[in-house]
T-cell receptor, first 116, second 113 residues
Framework: GAVVSQHPSRVICKSGTSVKIECRSL??????MFWYRQFPKQSLMLMAT?????????EQGVEKDKFLINHASLTLSTLTVTSAHPEDSSFYIC????????????FGPGTRLLVL | KQEVTQIPAALSVPEGENLVLNCSFT??????LQWFRQDPGKGLTSLLL?????REQTSGRLNASLDKSSGRSTLYIAASQPGDSATYLC????????????FGTGTRLKVLA
């Protein structure tokens, strides 16, 4: 079956530093990747959608200069949280989509970010 | 704007009970609906995916139904076990816009031994 990995699974960093999270589709090519964020006891909220080789589309209220998304290949997308602050502490989950416009999606295991 | 609601928010049952989790959505224009399981601090495990043209899907002790016209889906768990304890999320994929999922807030299930 289709497998999506995320690295790291957990990261703790100091306020003001930048953190990069990788999302990889291991055995398939993903035309579209989606990045979600989940705060404690809340549901997943889509942050942005990215297609390989093009700029990401951000959801309303998500700062594109703070959450940098790179989708350089069909198997790798990265999310960089720049100048992280404690309020950015959250669970970040990616999904990799295949088919036209990413219609079939497979979710990664998530990355827990804690900013001190 | 599509909104997804799950009731109840939390549920605690003794082992062996059959139970029903509810999901409702406000816009029936969906591509599919998917039920996920999330263990604490973990990612999502897809349980069942129902296409908009389907009425139900079954996998083992799980059965999910979809009534698109009324904007409802139910997840039925038969003979619950302590290992079923987790948060169950339902998500819909609208037909308009990008193929993003809109998630409900989840039902936290605890099955007592």
């Amino acid at each position: 079956g289709a497998v999506v990995s995320q690295h790291p699974s957990r990261v703790i960093c100091k306020s003001g530093t930048s953190v990069k999270i990788e999302c990889r589709s291991l055995d398939f090519q993903a035309t579209t990747m989606f990045w979600y964020r989940q705060f404690p006891k809340q549901s997943l909220m889509l942050m942005a959608t990215s297609n390989e080789g093009s700029k990401a589309t951000y959801e309303q209220g998500v700062e594109k200069d703070k959450f940098l998304i790179n989708h350089a290949s069909l198997t790798l997308s990265t999310l960089t949280v720049t100048s992280a602050h404690p309020e950015d502490s959250s669970f970040y989950i990616c999904s990799a989509g295949t088919g036209w416009d990413g219609e079939t999606q497979y979710f990664g295991p998530g990355t827990r970010l804690l900013v001190l | 704007k599509q909104e997804v609601t799950q009731i109840p928010a939390a549920l605690s049952v003794p082992e062996g009970e059959n139970l029903v989790l509810n999901c409702s959505f406000t816009d029936s224009a969906i591509y599919n609906l998917q039920w996920f399981r999330q263990d604490p601090g973990k990612g999502l495990t897809s349980l069942l995916l129902i296409q908009s043209s389907q009425r139900e899907q079954t996998s083992g002790r799980l059965n999910a139904s979809l009534d698109k016209s009324s904007g409802r889906s139910t997840l039925y768990i038969a003979a619950s076990q302590p290992g079923d304890s987790a948060t169950y999320l339902c998500a819909v994929k609208p037909t308009s816009g990008t193929y993003k999922y809109i998630f409900g807030t989840g039902t936290r299930l605890k099955v007592l031994a």
